[in-house]
């Protein structure tokens, strides 16, 4: 059973996940079909801005940890959070990207078109215009990698992350 903080954790998490997922999908989604860039550069231009968002809101609002924002060289160290964030969001956006695009190697290529239809007088169906369209395979596989990489981003930033050290618990 969960405990009540690590539910609310989660809650939390999930939430700033879900915005994050519209962020990266939403960004991937407009790359790939309205500007034609590969698939994986997308999904990497995509991952990026939201893991931006996704660390602003989950350091100080999921995790509530106050470490200074400020950035100098010398104050990089391992155990910092930016770097841990950053090696833990580089493997999830690798495996991420990887689950991804075997997904798309894998899943037919459908394309799903929500379309406006209206009737002639003489009771002839018309097409007017496509409302909306969207490919399912893409989403799909970005909904697979997502889950994917979900589960390891969660397990890194409660367990390693955003852990709170013994001195300032």
Do not use: H
């Not at 018309?126 to 990489?149: P, Q």
């Not at 979900?150 to 618990?169: D, P, Y």
Request: with cysteine.
């Amino acid at each position: 059973m969960l405990s009540a903080k690590t539910f609310l954790a989660i809650s939390k998490f999930a939430f700033v996940g879900g915005v994050s997922f519209l962020i990266d999908f939403s960004t991937y989604y407009l790359l790939t079909e309205w500007v034609g860039l590969d698939i994986n550069l997308s999904k990497g231009l995509a991952m990026i801005l939201a893991t931006v968002f996704n660390y602003k809101l989950n350091k100080s609002w999921t995790w509530q940890n106050k470490e200074k924002s400020n950035f100098s060289v010398s104050s990089i160290s391992f155990s910092s959070v930016r770097v841990k964030f950053a090696l833990l969001y580089s493997v999830s956006a690798f495996v991420n990207i990887g689950v991804n695009f075997y997904m798309l190697q894998r899943l037919p290529d459908n394309y799903w078109k929500f379309v406006s239809v209206k009737y002639l007088e003489n009771g002839t169906q018309m097409i007017d215009y496509e409302l909306f369209a969207f490919k399912s395979d893409k989403f799909l596989a970005f909904f697979c990698a997502t889950l994917v990489g979900m589960v390891i981003n969660f397990i890194g930033q409660k367990l390693w992350v955003f852990v709170k050290s013994e001195e300032g618990a």
